[in-house]
Structure formats: C-alpha cells, structure tokens
C-alpha cells in the first residue's frame, strides 16, 4: 500500500468519522438527542453575529497559544507550562495596569504596555521552565506542570491578598480598571477588540514564516528532529531550545494580558480557562503545522462557546465541547498510526 | 496541639496518601517496562466517577472498586496500542487521554453529581487497634489503605527480587537484551501497562468511595491529582519504596498546609494547598540536576571537603530513568 496524499486523507477523514460516531455514542449512552446537541452547538457558536463574536473572542488566546506552541514542538519540546506562562502574562498586565492607571499618562500607551507587560511575564515563567530543562535536567514536562500550580497559588494569592478588593476578597476578582483603559471593542456591548484579533493574526502569520521560511526555523527544525546530530553539526542546541521557550512564553504572555485588557478588565482566579491545554490539543490535530492552526482553532473555540447554552437547553454539561475535541485529537493521531501500521505491512510485502 | 489530636490526623495522611500510592506505584510498574502513562489525570477522575456511579446504581463497593480497575487498565491499553502497535508518541496520546477522559467523567457524571453514594467504612484490626499509639495510627484504617501499605514492600519484592521482575527492568532497561533472551517485548509491555493502569486506576474508587466520598463533578477536588503522580514517580526515581515515600511526603506536606492556615490569616487557603509544588520542582531539580555535565565540572573545582559531601548527597538524590523509556521498540520486523 503507497503512502499517498490520498491514502493520508483516507485515514484523516476516517478518524474524524470514528470521533464523530465515538461522541454520538456516548450522548445516546447518556440518553441525550445527539441531533439537538449538535445543533444546539452549531446554533450557540455561529446564530447570530452577537454569539460568533464571542467565539472569535475566544479563538484570539487559543490562536496565540497555538501558534507558541507550534514553536516548542517544532524543536521537539512538549511545553505543557504554557498555562502557566498565560496566568503570568495576565498578573504582569494587571501589575502594569495597576501601576499607571490614575497617574495621568495616556490610555493607550498604559493599555500598549500593559500589554507587552504581560508578553514580558511569560517570556519569563517560559524561561524558567527552560532554565529548569536545559540546566537543571529537569523535563519540561513536570517542570511545567509545577510551575502551573505555583502560577495558579500566585494568582490567587494575589487576589486575595496584595490586590483584594477594599472591603472583601472574593472569587470574583481584583477592581476592574477605569473604563478608560479597555481595550477599545467594537461596540459598547461587545467584548470583540479588532486590536486584539488583529495581534492574534500577525502572530500566526509570523509563526508560519519563521518555520517555514527562515533559517532559523530550518535549525528549529533541525533540532527537535534529532538533537544530537544538530548539536554536532554546529547547531547550538540549548540556545534553540530557551530561544522558543521565550517566544512560545511571549505568545502566551499576550493572551493572557489579552484577557485582562480586553475581555475581563481585571484578573480573576482562573484567567487562563484552559486555553493553553486546549492549544496544544490544536497544535497536535493539525500535526504541527501552521498552514490549519487558524481554521481549527475557530472551530474548537466555536465548540467552547457552543456548548455554553448546553446545560440550559438540554441539561447536558458543557464538557461535551472536551469530549468532542478529545476524541477528535485522539483518534485522528490513532488514525495517523493506523495508517503508518498498514503502509508498514505493505512495505514488508 | 495534644497528642491525640496529632495522632488522628497523621493517621489522616495515611489515609489521604492511599490513593496516590496506588496511582504513582501502578505508574512506576508502567514506566518500569517503558511507557509512560501520562493520561493519569483523565484515568484518576474517569475512575472516581465511574466507580462511584457503578457503586451507587449496583450498592456493591467491591464492583465500583473493580470498575474503577477496569477503567484504568482499559485507558492503558489505549496508551499501549498506540505505542506498541502503532508506534505513536506515548507522550501526545497520553495527554490527549488526560484531557479527554477528565471532560468525559465530567460529561457523563453529570447525572449523579451530589448524590449520596456509599462509602467505604473503617475496619479496625481487633487487638491491634487497642496498641497505644500504633493502633490509633496504622489499625484503625479502612481496607484501601491497609492495601496500600501492603502493597509497597509487594511491589518493591516483585521489581527488583523476582524473576517477572527482572525482565520487567530488563525490557524498560534493555529491550533488544531482553528479545534476544526469548522475551515477547511487545506483550509484555501491553501487560505492564495494562496492570500498572488497573492499579492506578484503584485510586479513583479510593477517592470516590473514601476518601472524598461523592462525586462532585469540577469541584470534586481531584483535578490535578494526576500529574501529581507523574511528578511523584520521577521523585521515587522508578522505585516502589521510595515513590511511596514521596507520596506519603506530599500528603504531609498538603495537611501541614491546612494546619498552618490559622496561623497566617492573610494566606488564602488555595496558596497553602499548592505548597507541595515548589517543593516538589526542587525536589525533581535535585532528583536531576547529578545528571547535568555542568554540575560534575563546577564539582570538580570545589575544594576535596565539600565536593565529597556534596557529590555523595547528589548522588543519593540522584535517580537515573529507564534507558527506554518512552522509545518505541522494533523487534527485527
């Protein structure tokens, strides 16, 4: 059996069918019309021009997570601290915006340096992970996993404690900024900036042209192919690895502070919603390639805010948004090793 | 504080470590034979509710605490198919099995959430429970825990003392030496995996059926457990007795949080519960950090005293993985 493009998309679209009828199984298994919660989705992420804004929204932090992403896994780094990296981008925001607000500069250059604030404080939490990997032999993995929690205590240490509001500490978060200094929206109700898709865009458009048109990206390449032989052939391994740390750190530093600037105008306790997790779920269904994070990272944001209406039409949880997204993940990777399986088999022959 | 008092709640953290040291053994047995098992956190709340529901619709504890054996062994077998069969990254089908599974119990555990289930209750060991201080402290516990201390000085004797345990390291170790010995690699790694999942998956009954009875959907207090466990095997450097011991640290540790919560009023409850975490990234960095060329030649430079002392501390820290860990392996195909 050759391993042609067509074959490639045989398997593709049969993962995907495999996903599809694997989630349909388990709404009828919990006695639900898989029909009306599919709809129901549709309807809630794409009904009306008020509810696709918010999915477009949500799709800016999964974009940029995405495309950081896309940048630790070229170099063959699993960078599961980006939630973390996220939460931090989000607490050095708010830390810029408490520091100027009120002292009479002006509100767009605050909001600019909030928000490069916040790419500054993940690029930092990023660079800690690295420094762990690289000099303390610590794998990226529960050095991220770690630094996730510490990030978590800190938000919430913050808000409850240095940055309470006056009166009581609550869940609800700090004391939103003056109107002021918000991320202009397109109109008064929407949460929708055209500032913040636009930062999301050029992120995922410089990302595709650092992998596949520059040197750089070639090494990055090089190096999370087989670092031993790039190492030897004069690539300087660790300087790649702490240099995507970095920029996958900034890409999640600007979410966050995206999410603090723009859509909540305060931090709350659990400021990166996951968007980091879900980001790498997009990283690995479009197999790390740039060319489709944009597209599917829409269509799982879409998911996201789909489901929202869930539990109130239909007295289903919104997680069925994960369940969706999971096997999707899972059986197109299933589908990839299938397919490698029988063109194996083939071979052999 | 009175020593009752101190013993009751050591007792606690007997209790509380339960589950961890059936998730982090069945993970170290998994890694032992090369896969790692990375979907703990999805397969830990998968189980909980699963368990639970099986509990509460059938009234038997014995069939949910199966269940919730089955399930991790069943999430295990995805891992192992994918990895030996398909050749897979571990790591990326695992995650995707964390995340998948976790939303899944929260989708499906949606109509239970809240109910009053049954619970494992305690089962004093008579006369031993009458010891003073050990009896209030080790025999005054439920099955699941006496099981879990059992189960230490059970799984340390099968890994490193047995025969099946000797090729169990020999395949994570040195797969190519192990086939060239008659052992079936694949199989046996599918087997591992499978056992370590089923006992990993224990610790969800363990929480759902005792020690945080219920099922709660998000709130359940159990997200995160998971990768805990992962951070845990490495800190037990793959080996039974002293994963167990990390476990019964992080326990410890959680419970010194709540304790000390009074005495700093201005802390916020959630910071004190994560504590354990920058201990245990220190932890893992000293685990590690032997293993780093800089630190042999800044070593080296240190005047004779130190340098023994320190290297001999390092050294003792030190745990080294299994050579093929996470690496497919192609029996002469």
Known sequence: MRDSRGMRAFFQVGGIVFALALTTVVLVASKAPPFAAYLNIALGAFGSWEVFSNVLVSWVPLLLATSGLLLTFTVGLWNIGIEGQITFGAIFATWAMRSLQGGGTDPAFVIMLSILAGALGGILWAMLAGALKTFGGVNEIFGGLGLNFVATAVNLWLIFGPWKRPGIASMSGTVPFDKALWLPTLTAQSRLSPSSIAIAVAGIVLVYVLISGTHFGLRLKAVGRNPRAAYLLGIPTWQYMMTSFAICGAFAGLAGAIQVTAVYHRLIPSISSGYGYLGMMVAMLVNYRAALAAPVALFFAALNVGSIQLPIVLKLDSSLAGVLQGTLVLFVLLAQGAREFFARKGGKR | ?333
């Open chain 2, 1 to 333: 504080m009175s020593g009752d008092i101190l013993l009751i709640s050591l007792a606690g953290v007997l209790t509380a470590a339960a589950p961890v040291i059936f998730a982090v053994i069945g993970e170290t047995i998994s890694e032992r034979a090369g896969i790692i098992n990375l979907s703990m956190n999805g397969t830990i709340l998968l189980a909980a509710m699963g368990s639970f529901t099986v509990a509460l619709a059938t009234k038997s504890l014995i069939l949910g605490f199966l269940a919730g054996a089955l399930i991790g062994g069943f999430v295990a077998a995805i891992v192992a198919f994918a990895s030996v069969t398909l050749r897979q990254s571990q790591v990326a089908v695992g995650f995707v099995l964390a995340v998948l599974c976790r939303d899944l119990s929260y989708f499906l555990g949606n109509p239970v959430m809240g109910e009053a289930g049954p619970r494992l209750s305690s089962s004093p060991i008579p006369l031993a429970a009458s010891i003073p201080i050990l009896g209030p402290l080790l025999f005054r516990q439920d099955v699941m825990t006496y099981l879990s201390i059992l189960l230490i000085p059970l799984a340390w004797v099968f890994v490193f003392r047995t025969r099946p345990g000797l090729v169990l390291r020999g395949i994570g170790e040195k797969p190519s030496a192990a086939y060239v010995r008659g052992a079936n690699i694949g199989r046996l790694r599918y087997r591992y995996a499978v056992i370590g999942g089923a006992i990993a998956g224990l610790a969800g009954p363990i929480y759902s059926l005792s020690v945080k009875a219920g099922w709660k959907g998000t709130i359940s207090g159990l997200d995160g457990i998971g990768w805990i466990v992962l951070a845990v095997t490495i800190f037990g450097g793959w080996n039974p007795v002293r994963a167990a011991f990390g476990a019964y640290l992080f326990s410890l540790l959680q419970w010194l949080g709540l304790v000390l919560q009074p005495a700093m009023p201005g802390v916020p409850a959630q910071v004190l519960q994560v504590a354990p975490f920058p201990l245990m990234i220190l932890t893992l960095l000293l685990v590690n950090v032997g293993n780093a060329e800089w630190v042999e030649r800044s070593l080296a430079r240190l005047p004779e005293p130190t340098r023994r002392w320190l290297s001999k501390l390092l050294r003792a820290m030190n745990a080294t993985p299994p050579a093929a860990l996470g690496t497919p392996f192609e029996d002469g195909e």
